[in-house]
């Protein structure tokens, strides 16, 4: 059963059509979220003691910050089962995640720069965890750049896709550069159940803003891969009948 749903995700007409049925639902569930997110990060947490209400950055920058590697993650393994077995639909995956992701880690990079300012007396440094973000939107940029070299888009998609995985390698180093390397981050917060090292209405919105910038991040892409599936698959008659109806 577990390899029929596998087999039916790789079909262009199947992907679209569910696809397409999934987007009201979540683009319902994504602004739900941010509208509670926001509300509780903006005017339901408290102040930090030291940083002021300048800490309200981090409800956008912890969240696309981890996005852009949970994506990364994603476009790396959706490019390796297209690589390997040959699935088209794993390759639209991996393009259309490839400019979000970009985005996400441009936010990251952008919002933190705003919060360094007050925190640490400089828009930037050449922290550790920051320099391997910076990698991490050089290996989106890449991968697109790679992809479009080729005038031959399965050639592309293939050469793009070797990028993509060999980049998963700079994953561990931005989560771990601040146990491996003396930066000016601070370690995890949110992972340490046994003693909470953030205020619980702080928590709420950051956990809360996670979800919803995920998914906000996800319903783009689901439009991305639709219109990239739009793009392959021109003249079909499947796709002729979906569009007409």
């Known amino acids: 059963m577990s ?8 079909s262009p007409k199947w992907f679209y059509q569910i696809s ?15 509208a509670f997110g926001l509300y509780q990060g903006l005017y339901n947490s408290p102040a930090d003691y030291q940083q002021g209400n300048s800490v309200r950055i981090m409800y956008l920058h912890v969240p696309t910050a981890m996005a ?14 297209g ?3 040959r699935i088209k639909v794993a390759h639209m995956v991996a393009v259309s995640i490839a400019p979000v992701g970009a985005m996400m880690t441009f936010l990251a990079l952008f919002t933190g720069s705003f919060w360094g300012r007050p ?22 940029l890449g991968f697109m750049s790679l992809h479009q070299a080729f005038d031959d888009r399965e050639v592309g998609d293939r050469a793009a896709g070797v990028l993509a995985m060999v980049g998963l390698v700079n994953i561990p180093i931005i989560h771990y550069s601040v146990y491996w390397w003396n930066t000016l981050h601070q370690g995890a917060t949110i992972s340490k159940f046994e003693k909470p090292t953030i205020d619980p209405s702080m ?5 809360t803003m996670i979800v919803a910038i995920i998914l906000f991040a996800l319903c783009i892409i689901l439009i ?3 219109t990239e599936i739009m ?5 079909k008659q499947w796709l002729k009948e979906e569009i007409c109806q």
């Open 224 to 226: 991305r891969i639709r």
């Open 231 to 235: 793009s392959r698959e021109y003249g």
């Open 20 to 34: 397409g049925r999934m987007l009201p639902w979540l683009w319902t569930i994504t602004l739900a979220l941010l």
């Open 203 to 207: 928590l709420t919105a950051l956990l």
């Open 3 to 10: 390899w029929q749903w596998f087999h039916r995700l790789s």
């Open 83 to 85: 690589y390997i077995w």
């Open 119 to 140: 925190t640490w007396n400089t828009w930037w440094i050449w922290d550790a965890r920051i320099t391997s973000e910076l990698i991490l939107l050089f290996l989106y």
């Open 68 to 81: 852009s590697m949970f994506f990364y993650v994603y476009m790396a393994i959706a490019a390796a089962v």
